[in-house]
């Protein structure tokens, strides 16, 4: 069975960049293609970007400048970078297995804080 | 992009009920359509896939119907886990969007 576990610190200053790590365990990174999502407190689910194993991306185009998806296929992990981060982008950030037939695997979420 | 408007944005239902939410889409695509369940302080959870089939351990209560702009999540009989928010989202092309949520309410 798989399963997705997100790292990363917890809060982050303004203006810095947000590091987050998905290690994904039971399933090859090989296999479908890996997503973050994110969910403001209070707000609705909004799709940040996704990676395939070769290292083709697609990102969200609000923060497409913003954004770098890498995946380490030898660690089994894939990691988002979020530069230029305000209070806007304080969150719970959530990565998950996808594909045509939705993202049918999600990690438990982690929060994220912006603030000084 | 494809944008998805969810509505209602919030319904109030007793035990038993039967509770319809749509889902529509800004542009016509197939039917690679996605309904989600969210409990508070959860992750979500998939419940329907490709418009219509339902998600391996999902109860048959739940059911998905639609194709081309206007998809449907229907449950047939509200029990009380149902409470939750319910999101679509579809899975057709890049970006990947999600509806704005509905949440299912205790009357």
């Known amino acids: 069975q798989v399963q997705l576990q997100e790292s990363g610190p917890g809060l982050v200053k303004p203006s810095e960049t947000l590091s987050l790590t998905c290690t994904v365990s039971?399933?090859?990174?090989?296999?479908?293609?890996w997503s973050w999502i994110r969910q403001p407190p209070g707000k609705g689910l909004e799709w940040i970007g996704n990676?395939?194993?070769?290292?083709?991306?697609n990102e969200t185009p609000s923060l497409k400048s913003r954004v770098t998806i890498s995946v380490d296929t030898s660690k089994n992990q894939f990691s988002l970078r979020l530069n230029s981060v305000t209070a806007a982008d304080t969150a719970v950030y959530y990565c998950?297995?996808?594909?045509?037939?939705?993202?049918?695997?999600w990690g438990q979420g982690t929060t994220v804080t912006v603030s000084s | 992009d494809i944008q998805m408007t969810q509505s209602p944005s919030s319904v109030s239902a007793s035990v038993g009920d039967r509770v319809t939410i749509t889902c529509r889409a800004s542009?016509?695509?197939?039917?690679?359509l996605a309904w989600y369940q969210q409990k508070p302080g959860k992750a979500p959870k998939l419940l329907i896939y490709a418009a219509s089939s339902l998600q391996s351990g999902v109860p048959s209560r739940f059911s998905g119907s639609g194709s081309g702009t206007d998809f449907t999540l229907t449950i047939s009989s509200l029990q009380p886990e149902d409470f939750a928010t319910y999101y679509c989202q579809q899975a057709n092309s890049f970006p990947l969007t999600f509806g704005g949520g509905t949440k299912v309410e205790i009357k």
């Open positions: 039971g399933d090859s990174i090989r296999s479908y293609y």
């Open positions: 542009q016509a695509f197939g039917n690679w």
């Open positions: 998950a297995r996808g594909s045509v037939y939705g993202m049918d695997a």
């Open positions: 990676i395939y194993y070769s290292g083709s991306t």
